[in-house]
C-alpha cells in the first residue's frame, strides 16, 4: 500500500503508530513492517495516546498497516520467558492478584476502545494478515475496507488463551454467535469473500485499489452533516440493547435534537 499520510507532519510518531490529520480526516499508521506490525504493550499505549491527541475536527479516522500485512498479531516475544524488556511478562501478570491481573488487561484494552466513540466512524483499511490482537483491532473500527489478500484469524484459543482485546462482542455483532464460536474456536482464516458475505467486511478490493477505496468511503462519510452521522451511529449501536420501542422512542428524539438544530432552535 501507498503512504497516503507522509505528507503531513505527524501528531504523533512513536513506538509503531503514526497519527496524522488532514482537517476532518485522521490517518493511524501501524509503522513497522518488518515485524508486520506486531503488537506490544507499547503499541497499545501508543494507540490509546493517538485517540487522546484526536483534534476535535476529527470526524472520519482510518486505520491501516505499512507493509504487507495489516498487523500479524502479538509480538512473539510476548511469549518468550523474558518478555519484551520493560513489560510484564506472561508470568508475572498472571501471578498478579485479580485487581492487578484486572488493571493490566483494561490497559490493554484502551487501544481498542475508542474507534467507535459516537464523534467519528473509523476504517480500518485492512490487507494480507490480520491474526489476534490484528483481528480485534480490525474489529475496533466502525467499518473495514479490505484487501483480497486479507486472511483474519482469531489465534488466541490455540494459544490457550481467550480474545481479550475487545473483539469478542463486534464480531458476535457482525456474524452471529456459531460462526464467531467457530471463527474463534478453530483459528481458521476467514478470507475476502467469507469476510464481505457473512458481514465482517464492507468491501473486498484488489490491494493495489485498497487505498482508493477507503479514500472514497472516507469522502463519502465527510461528505454527510456531521451532527446527522454522530446521531445516526449512536442510534444504530445502541440498537442492539433495546428493545422495537424504545428504538421508536430513541429515534423520535434524536430527530426532535435534529429538528430544531436545522430550524435554529435548539439548546
Not at 15 to 34: E, K, M, Q, S, Y
Not at 75 to 88: A, H, T
Not at 172 to 181: D, P, Q
Amino acid at each position: 500500500m501507498a503512504s497516503p499520510d507522509q505528507e503531513f507532519v505527524p501528531v504523533l510518531d512513536k513506538d509503531g503508530v503514526r497519527l496524522t490529520v488532514d482537517d476532518a480526516l485522521a490517518t493511524v499508521t501501524l509503522t513497522n513492517p518488518a515485524k508486520r506490525n506486531a503488537q506490544s504493550p507499547a503499541l497499545w499505549r501508543a494507540l490509546a495516546e493517538a485517540g487522546r491527541s484526536l483534534p476535535g475536527s476529527v470526524r472520519v479516522v482510518v486505520l491501516r498497516g505499512e507493509g504487507q500485512s495489516f498487523s500479524a498479531g502479538l509480538d512473539r516475544q510476548m511469549f518468550s520467558p523474558e518478555g519484551i524488556p520493560g513489560e510484564p511478562t506472561f508470568i508475572e501478570l498472571a501471578r498478579r492478584d485479580d485487581a492487578g491481573l484486572d488493571a493490566a488487561i483494561a490497559e490493554y484494552q484502551e487501544a481498542f476502545t475508542w474507534w467507535r466513540q459516537s464523534d467519528i466512524v473509523s476504517i480500518a483499511a485492512v490487507q494480507g494478515h490480520a491474526i489476534g490482537a490484528g483481528f480485534q483491532l480490525a474489529l475496533a473500527c466502525d467499518l473495514r475496507v479490505v484487501a483480497d489478500d486479507v486472511q483474519f484469524a482469531m489465534r488466541e484459543t490455540s494459544l490457550g488463551l481467550v480474545p481479550d482485546l475487545t473483539g469478542t462482542h463486534p464480531l458476535v455483532s457482525l456474524v452471529g454467535y456459531a460462526r464467531a464460536l467457530e471463527i474463534c474456536a478453530t483459528g481458521r482464516f476467514v478470507q475476502a469473500e467469507e469476510a464481505v458475505t457473512s458481514g465482517l467486511a464492507n468491501l473486498a478490493v484488489p490491494g493495489a485499489e485498497l487505498d482508493a477505496a477507503v479514500r472514497d468511503l472516507a469522502a463519502a462519510l465527510l461528505a454527510a452533516p456531521r451532527d446527522a452521522v454522530v446521531e445516526t451511529k449512536a442510534l444504530l449501536r445502541g440498537a442492539g440493547g433495546r428493545t422495537y420501542e424504545e428504538q421508536r422512542a430513541a429515534e423520535r428524539q434524536a430527530q426532535a435534537r435534529r429538528l430544531r438544530d436545522l430550524a435554529g432552535v435548539g439548546e
